[in-house]
């Protein structure tokens, strides 16, 4: 028994040590295991930083490339503005050389004095000739812009028509800069010829409404809205080898500065298309409220169609410059001739669209409001407006402003309730039946 006992042990103690040693070589194992997990573990850390650094070098490299794409535009337009600047100037240097060596010719020949004419770089019947064409191709034309409320009820224009559209804002686009260009040459063009010119470039401006504005456009505009609002000056033309010089006067050209109400309302209505500047756009409403005080010019402004260019500034981001710009629609409401196709010029899509955005600024000026009222007041007197201020919810955001308003604010509270009777919204108040005076 004790020989049993003994053997089992033996078997007992080296199965014991079979174990250890396996457990001892199975802990090496995983201790191994371990290491090569962590050692794979730092390893993809390393990609894993490593990329995100290189999804950040490719964000920032995209972003400059964006910005170098952007740049090489801009220089691309002015490139181009310069080149057709210089292509002009060549062509004007040839026809000046070519005229001043057929002057001096017929100077030989005939021994006759200078004529005034030859102070005018270009013979001025074609400029005549050409305002001629210019006021044609405006007045039945470039005037006739696109209906504001086209597709309301779903009837789309026909593809012949847009597709005239499309081909005339092109043809502006080309023309624009050219027209920019030849305003360096209007101090020497007669001064009853600076309207039909100043007229087509403003009807060929509004011709882009409808449609995206060129990228390479923004300079022209810009130096377009400068000549106009500056005036252009330039020196005369002088030629000693001539018998009668020409004196090297300074001539000027004005527009925005103009005595002539016609042409100061189209070059205030240009600056207000192309300039930014809010000084300058300060003084281009001041002139306008001023000429607008006349029936010429409540006339003119039904003429021109003004209206989308007003609105254009009627916005929460002109904080400084919007008492001006409705300033200047109030002065179209005052009792006149042009007080009802002014009305009828606002009933529109882009007119209470407009109107809306303004009514939802939160805090808005209560003189801002109080002069706005004044408008929605006789546009609600046209029974046809009341599917707009319906469509805008206008009508709900008058009621919320009635229902806020202090009592003290009566100008603004009769005005209110006047407009909400005439949409048949409210009761007429005792006050109601003297709004809007």
Not at 175 to 189: A, D, N
Not at 247 to 266: G, I, V
Request: hydrophobic residues 40%.
């Amino acid at each position: 028994m004790k020989g049993v006992e003994e053997d089992i042990l033996t078997r007992f103690q080296v199965i014991k040590e079979q174990h250890d040693t396996e457990v001892a070589h199975l802990t090496e194992v995983l201790k191994e295991k371990n290491r090569e997990s962590r050692r794979l573990k730092s390893s993809f850390d390393a990609l894993k930083e490593l990329n995100d650094n290189l999804k950040k070098q490719l964000n920032e490299v995209s972003e400059e490339n964006r910005k170098m794409e952007i740049q090489a535009k801009r220089v691309q337009a002015r490139l181009d503005n310069l080149q057709r600047k210089y292509e002009f100037m060549a062509i004007q240097r040839v026809k000046g050389n070519s005229q001043a060596a057929h002057e001096m010719k017929s100077l030989k020949q005939e021994k006759v004095p200078v004529s005034k004419t030859s102070k005018v770089p270009l013979n001025a019947q074609v400029y005549e000739l050409l305002t001629v064409f210019m006021e044609w191709i405006s007045g039945y034309h470039l005037s006739k812009l696109k209906n504001e409320d086209t597709g309301m009820d779903g009837v789309k224009p026909p593809l012949k028509f847009a597709s005239q559209g499309n081909d005339i804002q092109e043809k502006c686009v080309k023309l624009l800069p050219v027209m920019t260009e030849q305003l360096q040459w209007m101090p020497f063009v007669s001064a009853r010829l600076h309207e039909p010119f100043v007229k087509f470039i403003y009807w060929s401006l509004r011709q882009q409404e409808a449609g995206a504005l060129h990228s390479t456009m923004t300079s022209t505009l810009r130096r377009l809205g400068e000549d106009i609002f500056k005036g252009v000056v330039t020196k005369g033309i002088q030629d000693n080898s001539l018998e009668h010089s020409v004196e090297n006067k300074l001539k000027t050209a004005s527009f925005f500065r103009s005595s002539s109400l016609p042409l100061r309302f189209l070059s205030t209505l240009i600056v207000l298309k192309t300039v930014t500047q809010a000084d300058y756009l300060a003084q281009a409403f001041d002139s306008l409220c001023l000429d607008l005080k006349t029936d010429e010019g409540k006339t003119l402004f039904l003429e021109y169609q003004a209206v989308p260019v007003i609105l254009n500034h009627l916005r929460i981001s002109s904080k400084g410059l919007l008492s001006n710009v409705i300033d200047s629609l109030l002065q179209m409401t005052v009792e006149s001739k042009s007080l009802q196709p002014f009305l009828e010029a606002c009933s529109n899509t882009l007119f209470f669209r407009t109107c809306s955005v303004l009514l939802r600024t939160p805090k808005l000026d209560l003189q801002i409001l109080e002069k706005l009222s004044i408008i929605l007041q006789k546009l609600s007197k046209i029974k046809s407006n009341k599917k707009f201020f319906e469509i805008f919810t206008i009508h709900l955001m008058l009621q919320e402003i009635q229902r806020t308003t202090h009592p003290e604010h009566a100008f603004l509270c009769i005005n209110l309730n006047s407009t909400l009777f005439n949409l048949g919204l409210t009761k007429c108040s005792p006050l109601a039946s003297s709004a809007g005076h």
